[in-house]
């Protein structure tokens, strides 16, 4: 299924569309159609889900009228040792099943009450 791009993916600012294929219940790919480039992704509901609101730009440019028209996406990182495998749980992928339209929304960790995680990350 190709899905437009209405809010621009990090990265991928270029691609204005992605073609998505469903693995398993769990992962998903999704694959430029200009560059052919490759997102992984690991469906929202596969790890414990966080509360936040999707702001109201936001739904307008995926033209959202209710929640159960989305899927909401990590963007998994696979590294060649398995311990390096990142997954960016702040900065999901958000398509519109209805309306075949997708961005990337940047969750705001003090309206998510988790404005002290940096401090528990390591200084390098």
């Given amino acids: 299924m190709e899905y437009e791009v209405v809010v621009t993916i990090d990265g991928f600012e270029e691609e204005k569309s992605f073609i998505f294929e469903k693995m398993d219940d769990f992962f ?15 469906s929202f509901g596969a790890l414990k889900a966080l509360n936040f ?3 109201q730009e936001f739904k307008t440019k995926l033209d959202i009228q209710n929640i159960e028209e989305i899927s909401i996406y990590y963007v998994f990182v696979l590294q060649s040792a398995t311990s390096e495998n990142s ?3 702040f900065a999901p992928i958000i398509t519109n099943n209805r309306t075949k339209k997708m961005g990337q929304i940047h969750l705001d960790l003090k309206e998510l009450g988790l404005e002290g995680l940096n401090d528990l990350l390591p200084n390098f």
């Fill in 28 to 42: 998903s790919i999704i694959k430029g159609v200009e560059t052919n480039s490759t997102i992984r992704l690991m």
């Fill in 53 to 55: 609101e999707l702001p």
């Fill in 87 to 89: 997954l960016n749980t």
